[in-house]
Structure formats: C-alpha cells, structure tokens
C-alpha cells in the first residue's frame, strides 16, 4: 500500500516503514504525526485519487528527529564592480517514519 501525501507544499510518495524529511512541523520527538492531506492512496489492484484530496483517509507517522540540514551556501556577484556577497542558509526539517498508510 502506497500513498501520496502533501506537506509544506510538497508532495511525498509513502509506504509504511519508510522514513522522510519534510519541513519543520511543530511537534516533539516521539510524538505521533497525523498528515490529513492525502492525494493517491492504493496498490497494484486498488487504488483512490483525490480530487484535490481523499477525505476521510490520513496517513499516521512518527517523528524522528527535529534538525537542520546541510548548509547552501549563497554567492552574488557582480562583474567589474567589485560587489561580492556570500551568505549562508541552513533549512529546518523534521524526520518522520511513516507508521500506517
């Protein structure tokens, strides 16, 4: 059974047993997560589409670990300007393991 779920303006493809990282959601390590916004929800003889979203249908998870990612790093310049600019940006993200679809 595989789902598709939408969080923070992306959308994930899941199965119970798998383990994502999606946007910084506020909930605490342990605690179960409970995603609403399902879009495909079936296996290879069933399946639902949702038209946007599947109601009545949720997608259960357990959160991991709350962290940041890797650092981006930024460059501006300009030519023959002298302008340089570096800057830095590390993203928040929340790791959840995917308990029931």
Do not use: C, N, W
Not at 1 to 28: D, F, N, R
Not at 33 to 51: E, M, P, R, W
Not at 63 to 76: G, P
């Amino acid at each position: 059974m595989v789902s598709i779920i939408e969080s923070g303006g992306k959308q994930y493809l899941v199965k119970p047993g798998v383990t994502i990282q999606v946007e910084k959601l506020i909930a605490e390590v342990g605690s179960e997560i409970k995603f609403d916004k399902v879009l495909f929800s079936g296996d290879a003889k069933s399946y639902q589409i949702g038209k946007p979203t599947l109601s009545g249908v949720a997608v259960t998870g357990k959160v991991i670990k709350q962290s940041r990612s890797r650092k981006v790093h930024v460059l501006k310049y300009k030519a023959k300007s002298k302008y340089r600019r570096k800057q830095g940006h590390r993203q928040h993200y929340t790791e959840v393991e995917i308990t029931k679809v």
